[in-house]
């Protein structure tokens, strides 16, 4: 089971470095274009854009004016990202070499929409599961 995204699977962070355009603009890796998703503001998606570091993008984020359907919205343009980022080598790849083998977003900052709080093992783990669904897409 792949418990966190640290390690060996570092490149399973929507932090890892690949190429993701949303809304005709090219942004540096899946955090850096899901969290200009969340603001329609040009300046927003400007910062999102240039920024080079995803921590600060998404630190930034708490200040975003967030689209009024955001929380409609954010899974399905999360899988959409992600879809992209897996369909890129070496990403395609490294993803397929990981079998049938559990995906779990592990983390200890709380996250237990996205993820699982490791010190709980509590958590829905939605974006775990949606690599898994698109690992199995790739491989059928």
């Known amino acids: 089971m792949i418990v966190e995204f640290q390690g060996e699977y ?20 899946v955090e850096h274009a899901y969290m200009s998703a969340k603001s329609n503001d040009p300046e927003w998606k400007d910062y999102c854009q240039k920024t080079v570091n995803p921590g600060d993008v998404k630190r930034a984020s708490k200040y975003a004016t967030l689209i009024k359907n955001w929380e409609d919205v954010k899974v399905s343009i999360m899988e959409g990202l992600l ?6 080598s070496p990403y395609k790849e490294w993803l397929i070499a990981t079998g049938e083998e559990p995906i779990q977003e592990g983390n200890r900052w709380h996250d237990t929409f996205w993820g699982i709080y490791l010190p709980t093992g509590k958590g829905q783990n939605v974006l775990g599961k949606l690599i898994m669904k698109i690992r199995d897409e790739i491989q059928n």
């Open 83 to 88: 879809r992209q980022k897996y369909n890129q």
């Open 10 to 29: 570092r490149w399973l962070s929507n932090f890892a470095t690949c190429n993701i355009m949303l809304d005709g603009r090219s942004y540096r890796s």
